[in-house]
């Protein structure tokens, strides 16, 4: 098999090449490749340095520049290209406390955390796979290059990827990198939330999300996500459900959004990832026994929504994400009412631009729970989700911006700016959700008057 890489990339190599240095595409690109995965980047390694790759292309970004890494723009496309490097002395378990230049490419391979990420391909000499990578890809295997136990003393994010690349290419982790990985995973307290949470997101989003077992087993969610360990552990009780609420939750994550059928971008997939992998956080907090001796979780929606939003802070994700997984989870549990009206009121309150995600974490929620109760429930929730369609298609009001009048139209007609105005616009609002009829300016302005008189 002959494997070609992008012409463009190819390009650079070449040029690089033909000055007189050494170029290679390098590490994620080439395990992609050899896989056939469309890889995220194509990263290039050289043995130019940062200067003399400024100097060679027309159009450059310091990107990294301090770790030898300038960006050459082609056309619109970007490709990183990075000195051969040699990490030095690490130090608190992630950062070298300095990187140096190097001429030899063996020295650039050796510092990359596993072998299926540690090989180089240019189309002139073709691979070059000094720690068997091809052997790991065929064999399926995450494997460190060298010993794991130092490897993740350098940089405890490592454990992490390990775990990470497994779920999104399906392989196992390689006896002593595992046996490593469960004994250094309380290293990965010395690593920033921001890492932690671009490796736990991209599990999420993998292939193989249910590899979150993986990290509770080898104790990492002990360090990272500790409040999971305890939903592990937690039974549920209660005929709706056969798992614990922590197998519960592995489902539920492993449904939603699945790529086939769901239509949503990275954005929303990875709000519906963590809302599945958050929404029932707090039930182990709100367990009370019913009389038949089941198991409730009475307010776990609301005690969970701001659980969450503690764990997402701490992670340092983003307001809108947080706000977007928080909302979710308050309403995960809510039993739609099947009329137009009832299902006017909840797209009042609980938002029209949320109601697709919303009704995608009940589906994924629902498919989670108890066989014999999944069928009736998913029934209900098409039920709800083609009295959505029908208020959308109509164009039915659902939200004080689409009332045919507003606070100044009230205003004009000798109403008090202020409460007044806020109370009339409430009432109005509530008229035409159990009536959407009335959502016309005459009779809405001579509802208001009625009102008041
Ligand atoms: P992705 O598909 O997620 O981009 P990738 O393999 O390209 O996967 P990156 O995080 O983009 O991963 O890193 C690019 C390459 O840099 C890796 O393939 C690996 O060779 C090296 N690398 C990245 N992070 C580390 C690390 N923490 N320790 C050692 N090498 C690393
Ligand atoms: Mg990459």
Known sequence: MTFRIPQKVNMIIEELMQQGYEAYAVGGCVRDMVLGREPEDWDITTSATPQEVKRIFRRTVDTGIQHGTVTVLIDKEHFEVTTYRLDGEYEDNRHPKEVSFTSSLAEDLKRRDFTINAMAFNEKEGFIDLFGGMEDL???????????????????????????????????????????????????????????????????????????????????????????????????????????????????????????????????????????????????????????????????????????????RRLKFDNDTIDAVVHLIRWHDHSFELTPAGMRKTMCKVGKEYMPLLFEVCRADASAKHPDYTGEKLGQLEKARGLYQGILNRRECVSLKELNVNGNDLIAIGMKPGRQVGEILAYLLEQVLENPGLNDRDTLLDMARERTA
Request: aromatic residues 6%.
């Open 138 to 312: 065929r064999r399926k295997l995450v494997r460190c290059v060298g010993s794991a136990e130092e490897r993740f003393n350098e940089d405890a994010l490592r454990i992490l990827r390990a775990v990470r690349f497994s779920a999104q290419l399906g392989f196992s982790i390689e006896e002593k990198t595992l046996a490593a990985v469960k004994a250094k995973a309380a290293n990965l307290n010395n690593i920033s939330a921001e890492r932690i949470r671009v490796e736990l997101t991209k599990l999420l989003l993998s292939d193989y999300p249910d590899r979150l077992r993986d990290l509770y087993e080898t104790g990492i969610t002990r360090v990272v996500l500790p409040e999971f360990d305890q939903l592990m552990v937690t039974e549920h009780n209660n005929a709706h459900h056969i798992y614990s609420v922590g197998e519960h939750t592995l489902r539920a994550v492993e449904e939603a959004g699945r790529q086939e059928a769901s239509g949503f971008d990275v954005r929303e997939r990875t709000i519906l990832k963590w809302t599945l992998l958050l929404h029932d956080i707090e039930k182990p907090s709100c367990i009370s026994i019913g009389r038949n001796g089941q198991r409730h979780f009475y307010g776990h929606q609301e005690k969970g929504a701001l659980t969450a939003k503690r764990i997402l």
